[in-house]
T-cell receptor
Framework: SQQGEEDPQALSIQEGENATMNCSYKTSINNLQWYRQNSGRGLVHLIL?????REKHSGRLRVTLDTSKKSSSLLITASRAADTASYFC??????????FGAGTRLAVHP | NAGVTQTPKFRVLKTGQSMTLLCAQD?????MYWYRQDPGMGLRLIHY???????AKGEVPDGYNVSRLKKQNFLLGLESAAPSQTSVYFCASIPGGSGLAKNIQYFGAGTRLSVL
């Protein structure tokens, strides 16, 4: 059972454009995380937002969280070809477990 | 600066064969996890461990066994491989304890397994 569901499943943009990915989840959370996965590699943690936070920034990344709608978004500004990857949201599944969504595949074209 | 290391990176098995995937972390993390990732799907938790000598079932444990005899190692075993176990397997670990960082997972590079 997947807690987080990302939307869209795939996104294709040009370098310099912004990329927005959304994540919806089903149950209440303590925090929500975003991870990136480059092709053929493991996941890498990007950012964590707590349930009492509405927005968080890290470099070109901006994450928002709306607990009333049970949704989060990840915005990558001024995207680069190196941002091409899959992006996953993950919510706490109790007992220090994470539940991952199916991910958004982002392709950034030069 | 190794982090989480998985061996092997690739493996091809015939149906019915057995194998063990090794995950080793050098960060003194308490918790370790085994996931499988299939096309179009996120990561699904197979088994996890909350400390040396402990293991617990995740979402999709059938057909797999695990052991955590040493804190730094988490082994995933397939006793009789089936084609349905063709997947990419990832190991991850977290520090545990208190604080926000306790739940940030550190992943290995994965093991690509094909069962023919």
């Amino acid at each position: 059972s997947q807690q987080g569901e990302e939307d869209p499943q795939a996104l294709s943009i040009q370098e310099g454009e912004n990329a927005t990915m959304n994540c919806s989840y089903k149950t209440s959370i303590n925090n929500l995380q975003w991870y990136r996965q480059n092709s053929g590699r493991g996941l890498v943690h990007l950012i964590l937002i707590r349930s009492n936070e509405r927005e968080k920034h890290s470099g070109r990344l901006r994450v928002t969280l709306d607990t009333s709608k049970k949704s989060s978004s990840l915005l990558i500004t001024a995207s680069r070809a190196a941002d091409t990857a899959s992006y996953f949201c993950a919510t706490d599944g109790g007992y220090n477990k994470l539940i991952f969504g199916a991910g958004t595949r982002l392709a950034v074209h030069p | 600066n190794a982090g989480v290391t998985q061996t092997p990176k690739f493996r091809v098995l015939k149906t019915g064969q057995s194998m063990t995937l090794l995950c080793a972390q050098d960060m003194n993390h308490e918790y370790m996890y085994w996931y499988r990732q299939d096309p179009g799907m996120g990561l699904r938790l197979i088994h996890y461990s909350v400390g040396e000598g402990t293991t617990a079932k995740g979402e999709v444990p059938d057909g797999y066994n695990v052991s955590r005899l040493k804190k730094q190692n988490f082994l995933l075993g397939l006793e009789s491989a089936a084609p349905s176990q063709t997947s990419v397997y990832f190991c991850a670990s977290i520090p545990g304890g208190s604080g926000l960082a306790k739940n940030i997972q550190y992943f290995g590079a994965g093991t690509r397994l094909s069962v023919l």
